[in-house]
């Protein structure tokens, strides 16, 4: 079966977190994604998130390097970079250029704070983009500082998914208009979207709005999680009355007074405390074996090495194991196309075909190695057994601010 974005065509230029996320997805979904980037780059090793790509190895310290890009956008539908605004301008890739050589070309630029704004060049991480959305404030126990979360929500949520949304929706339109555009995804600013229902509810005289008091926040009973005899952890979710009904019958709660009128913040502390009480009475494995499958909206708290081990997990297809990691599957799946198997190159393993491709003749890709513009396997030898060059894209102090 055809993938959905089959003949669609992707320069990916090589960075960290939310742009090779973006790229990973396009590819995953069957388009052709090719990642320029260094060949020593320390990211780079069984990185889950190169998959599916092709690779090459240019060097954009070389004007002969920033001639390949350019040439490979000429044919492309998109690029993707991440670098700190004005980067790619310096380099003599930005959009300007690149688009009045290919009007179609959509480029999709991602950073923390965005292209423009007080603190576009201004260093950051999730952490920093999260801070500034007001999504962090609101995570977290009451009375408590706020926690620090794994890079999901700036990075990857608000910042890859995004761009990989934008740069569709903008592919879609220069598929319609013949003209392209520039899609400037912001992780502070995904990061804020993703808060679309709490910035809604927040401004409501029924919730507080304060950290740990919102039901989803952990201050009900019902929408927590909860340590049991052996250490582990059961995540518990019962919102709708007829969820938390099968909850209190499961677990010999039905006729407890404090848990009779679900709504009602004063049982709440009440409440929990006897949840709490409860579930460290057994183990993890004995509360999955009452309450597992049942509408209680249960589940267990499952390590990353326990997950793909779940039997859900497994009769779905949710992870699938390649060069040598066990990762999550592509998705969200389709009813017409098969999933696509996750591959890895070396790092410049598609260097020479993709030159070829672009127009490069073999004498002039053998002078371009020669002088060091690019760089990779020859043939199918290993990048690491050929002891491929290093062929530096930017400095580090040029990267995106993230």
């Not at 300007?96 to 959509?106: E, F, G, H, I, S």
């Not at 700036?154 to 569709?168: C, I, R």
């Not at 409440?271 to 579930?279: D, I, M, N, Q």
Request: hydrophobic share 40%; with cysteine; charged share 20%.
């Amino acid at each position: 079966m055809t993938a959905p974005l089959h003949g669609l065509r992707i320069i990916e230029m090589a960075g960290i977190g939310p742009g090779p996320f973006a790229g990973m997805m396009l590819a995953d979904h069957g388009a052709e994604v090719i990642r320029v980037e260094r060949a020593d780059a320390p990211w780079r090793f069984n990185n889950v998130l190169h998959r599916s790509r092709r690779s090459i190895t240019v060097n954009l310290k070389r004007p002969e390097g920033v001639a390949i890009v350019a040439k490979l956008c000429c044919q492309a539908d998109g690029l993707i970079e991440g670098l700190r605004p004005g980067v790619m301008e310096r380099l003599g890739l930005g959009p300007d250029k690149l688009r009045a050589a290919n009007p179609r070309l959509v480029y999709g630029r991602v950073t923390g704070w965005g292209q423009d704004g007080p603190l576009a060049q201004t260093a950051g991480h999730d952490l920093s983009y999260i801070a500034l959305s007001g999504a962090l404030d609101l995570m977290g126990r009451a009375g408590e500082r706020p926690p620090v979360p794994l890079n999901l929500i700036g990075d990857f949520g608000g910042g890859g998914m995004l761009l990989a949304f934008g740069m569709l929706s903008a592919i879609f339109a220069a598929r319609n208009t013949g003209n392209g555009q520039v899609v400037d995804a912001a992780m502070t600013e995904g990061a804020a979207l993703l808060m679309s229902m709490f910035y809604g509810e927040g401004q409501t005289p029924e919730w507080p709005g304060q950290r740990g008091t919102n039901m989803l926040g952990g201050a009900a009973p019902f929408y927590d999680i909860y340590e049991t005899a052996d250490g582990g952890f059961i995540a518990l979710s019962c919102i709708e009355p007829k969820f938390y009904a099968e909850m209190l019958q499961k677990t010999g709660l039905t006729d407890d007074p404090d848990f009779q009128d679900q709504m009602n913040r004063a049982f709440w502390p009440a409440a929990k405390v006897k949840l709490t009480t409860l579930f460290k009475n057994r183990t993890r494995d004995e509360w999955c074996a009452v309450l597992e499958g049942t509408d209680a909206c249960f589940a267990p708290v499952l390590s990353i090495k326990e997950a793909p081990a779940h039997p859900h997990n497994q009769a779905r297809g949710s992870f699938v194991e390649a060069f040598g990691r066990v990762q999550p599957a592509p998705a969200p799946r389709y009813s017409t196309s098969h999933t696509i198997r996750p591959v890895l190159p070396a790092a410049g393993a598609d260097t020479d075909a993709v030159l070829t491709e672009a127009g490069y003749g073999p004498q002039e890709i053998a002078a371009l190695r020669k002088a060091g513009v690019v760089s990779g396997p020859a043939g199918a030898l290993d990048a690491r057994a050929a002891g491929a060059s290093a062929a530096g894209s930017v400095s580090d102090d040029e990267g995106m601010p993230q």
